[in-house]
């Protein structure tokens, strides 16, 4: 638990929208994840500033083949209805990845308990605020 309200509210916003996720965005998380943790990195310089479509393209075609390998069992025919849309859905999931490891992540305006009395807040101890 935090000490302040709200000090965490933004993280608990996003653990509650991945829990919102359909269940085929949850499988291909982790493949998304381990293809992102060998690629995205300073070093590899068709990835920074940002990756070209054709890096992603290989990324998505990458994933694909690793989850449909690893997942066979879900139909019959060993696909997962139509390929196309698939692949689209591994694109938006890749690409909302690579941008979330770009974001800069701040919490609040540097330090807990912005805000609240004692930081400026109404009824706090600055002049001007009523005390």
């Not at 829990?19 to 493949?31: A, G, H, Q, S």
């Not at 890096?55 to 390998?69: L, N, P, W």
């Not at 609040?108 to 930081?119: E, N």
């Amino acid at each position: 638990m935090y000490p302040y309200p709200y000090y965490d509210y933004m993280g608990y916003c996003e653990s509650e929208a991945e829990k919102m996720y359909p269940e085929v965005c949850k499988d291909l998380n982790p493949y998304i994840e381990k293809i992102c943790a060998r690629e995205d990195h300073i070093y590899n310089s068709k990835m920074y500033p940002f990756p070209k479509k054709e890096t992603v393209e290989e990324m998505v075609d990458e994933i694909y083949e690793m989850y449909i390998k690893d997942n066979m069992y879900r139909s019959p025919d060993g696909g997962y209805g139509h390929r196309g849309l698939f692949k689209s859905l591994i694109w938006i999931l890749l690409l909302g990845k690579l941008l979330g490891r770009r974001r800069r992540r701040r919490p609040g305006y540097g330090y807990p308990g912005y805000g609240y009395p004692g930081y400026g807040y109404p009824g706090g101890d600055y002049p001007g605020y009523g005390y």
